[in-house]
């Protein structure tokens, strides 16, 4: 019998620790990590073909060639590949992607709390860094430029659907790739936060996402300084990251 192909991984996240004087602060810890292909799934959230936010839509544009490459190569190794871009279910009604998710049998979910601390950066403004723009739908599919193979991947929003699937299939840890980390990346029904608290493994892919953040609102940083704060926001709280390069060797 061949070998499960495997995913050697260095799972970054961070502790808060003292210092030989008894001062806090946080440190980086990695622990090298190796999850079989086929127990392993690999989420694009909300990587849609459009954005109310013309900033927003410029980085995930720069992105997505880079997704696509990860994408394939996972698939490739074994792992399963989930299209997850929310409110366009419509567009993928009868495909065999979508209805391979909604066919998956129930299966019921740990019920789990965590604590749910304060976000490092304010996104009350909507997060637009591009001028007075309006959240509206500008959206209707996933972005053309990432690949579904109709033969083996899912296509769901829904958490539950997304549980299921993962049940039938013995898949017990989740990649996570998309936008935006400070919103849905974390806070959807199959994002890092739900997840966490079903039991699943969770790692963020810190290189292939982008927050929701105008550098005119707190902290006062850069848009990509405000990203990054997120990025370590889940290191310290949620799950650990990991980055594309290691999704390729």
């Not at 005119?216 to 926001?233: C, F, I, N, R």
Request: net charge negative.
């Amino acid at each position: 019998m061949a070998k499960a192909q495997e995913l050697h991984l260095d799972l970054r996240s961070q502790v808060l620790n003292q210092d030989d004087r008894e001062r806090n602060y946080w440190e980086v810890v990695v622990k090298p990590a190796t999850w079989v292909a086929s127990e392993t799934m690999l989420l694009l959230c909300d990587v849609w073909d459009s954005h109310w936010c013309r900033g927003a839509t410029e980085r995930l544009e720069a992105m997505v060639p880079r997704m696509n490459e990860v994408v394939n190569n996972a698939r490739a190794s074994g792992v399963y590949i989930i299209h997850a871009p929310s409110a366009t279910m419509e567009y993928y009604a009868n495909t065999p992607a979508r209805q391979r998710m909604i066919d998956a049998p129930d299966a019921a979910p740990p019920v789990a709390e965590r604590p749910d601390p304060a976000q490092p950066v304010d996104a009350s403004d909507h997060g637009a860094d591009t001028g007075e723009e309006t959240p509206r739908r500008t959206y209707s599919r996933e972005h053309p430029g990432i690949e579904i193979d109709q033969e083996k991947d899912g296509i769901s929003d829904d958490g539950q659907e997304i549980y299921n699937f993962m049940q039938q299939h013995g898949v017990k840890n989740m990649l996570i790739m998309g936008v935006h980390t400070n919103m849905c990346v974390l806070g959807r029904s199959f994002g890092i936060q739900q997840m966490v608290k079903w039991g699943v493994n969770v790692a963020l892919v810190r290189d292939l996402t982008d927050a929701m953040y105008n550098p005119a609102m707190p902290p006062y940083v850069s848009h990509d300084q405000g990203t990054l704060l997120v990025v370590e926001y889940i290191e310290k709280f949620w799950c650990p990251t990991v980055t594309s390069e290691e999704l390729m060797s």
